[in-house]
Nanobody, 123 residues
Framework: QVQLVESGGGLVQAGDSLRLSCAAS????????MGWFRQAPGKEREFVAA????????YYADSVKGRFTISRDNAKNTVYLQMNVLKPEDTAAYYC????????????????WGQGTQVTVSS
């Protein structure tokens, strides 16, 4: 089992930045690719970003490319999502997730989910 706990959400203004963290405990964190998803009210959960177990390769949804950066620190069992130039349409609950590969994550074939952290961006 892997437990994932997100933190770092909050209420910000358009153009601001936030950094989300996802702390993992349980089985070996470094065995998993990690991803971030988000879900806005009334919408389906969508893929945001993913990172390989090594941290070398990263992938982003087109809507966040160039503004968001995913990273991980395997020594700290933590994955991060740095969000810059936030827009009101980024408002959502953000979830981290673990999967066997980035490809699996992008197919929503996930082994573990966190409980989510709310990000609200005002205009």
């Amino acid at each position: 089992q892997v437990q994932l706990v997100e933190s770092g959400g909050g209420l910000v203004q358009a153009g601001d930045s936030l950094r989300l963290s996802c702390a993992a405990s349980g089985r070996t964190f470094g065995d998993y690719a990690m991803g971030w998803f988000r879900q806005a009210p009334g919408k389906e959960r969508e893929f945001v970003a993913a990172i390989t177990w090594s941290g070398i390769n990263t992938y982003y949804a087109d809507s966040v490319k160039g503004r968001f950066t995913i990273s991980r620190d395997n020594a700290k069992n933590t994955v991060y999502l740095q969000m810059n130039v936030l827009k009101p349409e980024d408002t959502a609950a953000y979830y981290c997730a673990a999967g066997n590969t980035v490809a699996a994550i992008k197919r929503y074939e996930l082994d573990y989910w966190g409980q989510g952290t709310q990000v609200t961006v005002s205009s």
